[in-house]
């Protein structure tokens, strides 16, 4: 069964400005990542951060992981139209086996 | 990282028959997963593959419908078998490096008439 759920379910926002998705999920973690789907292709992986880790940086990338709430948020700064997605989080217990969330729909408008 | 090309891309197929869809990693790989993404979902991990052994498959899935092959530690192949309209979806194959993320083939976009 799915372990993440993801708000909001679509963001549509202007260029330039900032992107927050947030995740929730149910169990214990070892981390949890962030991917982004272009047009139903495959995904690409943005971020991991550990369970023990509270906050990880990359580019125009933020991520936050508050375990006590078992929940996470994505932070897009500046946006661009080349962002336009969808963006998925994922956690991952053992066994390298991971476990999706529903996904952010975010569209940039020019 | 992991390269991983997949393959078909997409493919439109008759209600009865069935489709392989394969996948080659371009490194050595204990597990490879499968995932199922229906249009407008996320992504459900149908089973894990490993080399040498049978398939671990999710609740909800079984072999006779999703048979899974993965001969050496580079390859495998998912088959949809005796399709219906509702198996029409993406699949994608994944593995899982050191590093814990995972890398993804670019998906078979399949549509079942």
Known sequence: SQQGEEDPQALSIQEGENATMNCSYKTSINNLQWYRQNSGRGLVHLILIRSNEREKHSGRLRVTLDTSKKSSSLLITASRAADTASYFCATQRGAQKLVFGQGTRLTINP | ?113
């Open chain 2, 1 to 113: 990282s992991a390269v991983i090309s997949q393959k078909p891309s997409r493919d439109i197929c008759q209600r009865g028959t069935s489709l392989t869809i394969q996948c080659q990693v371009d490194s050595q790989v204990t597990m490879m997963f499968w995932y199922r993404q229906q249009p407008g979902q996320s992504l459900t991990l149908i089973a894990t593959a490993n080399q040498g052994s049978e398939a671990t498959y999710e609740s909800g899935f079984v072999i006779d419908k999703f048979p899974i092959s993965r001969p050496n530690l580079t390859f495998s192949t998912l088959t949809v078998s005796n399709m219906s309209p509702e198996d029409s979806s993406i699949y994608l194959c994944s593995v899982v490096t050191g590093g814990a993320e995972a890398f993804f083939g670019q998906g078979t976009r399949l549509t079942v008439v």
